[in-house]
């Protein structure tokens, strides 16, 4: 599998998770199991990058995986799900600047433009192992 900024089919793929629509079956199958509600939350919310993954924050406090290509997130911990996620226009040059840092924890962006991302990795390439 080629590096990627991760999303839930890469960080879930043991259930089964390919698209939006299994993410959403192997969510309500947690839920149900958990005996939680399915909670929709219709108003937007912004995607950034923890660690090499999409991710937006649940009121849970609970993290919940997302990606460009699913266009929403799950959280496993409440129930909530996110029908309308945000992304930067330019996701995949964000995303193809973070991979040039070997070390997932210091792949994160959270607004940053591609020229400050391009400029802390270069400034920091020691430290970005």
């Not at 939006?20 to 399915?38: C, F, N, P, R, W």
């Not at 993954?53 to 911990?77: H, Q």
Request: proline content about 2%; aromatic content about 6%.
């Amino acid at each position: 599998m080629r590096e990627c900024i991760q999303g839930p089919a890469e960080n879930l793929s043991h259930n089964g998770v390919t698209d939006a629509k299994s993410y959403l079956d192997s969510h309500a199958t947690v839920m149900e199991q958990s005996g939680k509600k399915i909670v929709d939350v219709k108003g937007e919310i912004l995607a950034y990058i923890n660690q090499g993954r999409w991710v937006v924050n649940c009121d849970c406090n609970g993290g919940c995986l997302t990606s460009p290509k699913f266009g929403l997130a799950c959280c496993f911990d409440c129930g909530r799900v996110f029908r309308n996620v945000g992304f930067p226009t330019n996701s995949g040059e964000i995303e193809n600047e973070l991979l040039k840092r070997k070390s997932l924890g210091n792949r994160n962006w959270n607004g940053e433009t591609v020229k400050t991302l391009e400029t802390e990795t270069r400034e920091n390439q020691h430290g970005m192992d």
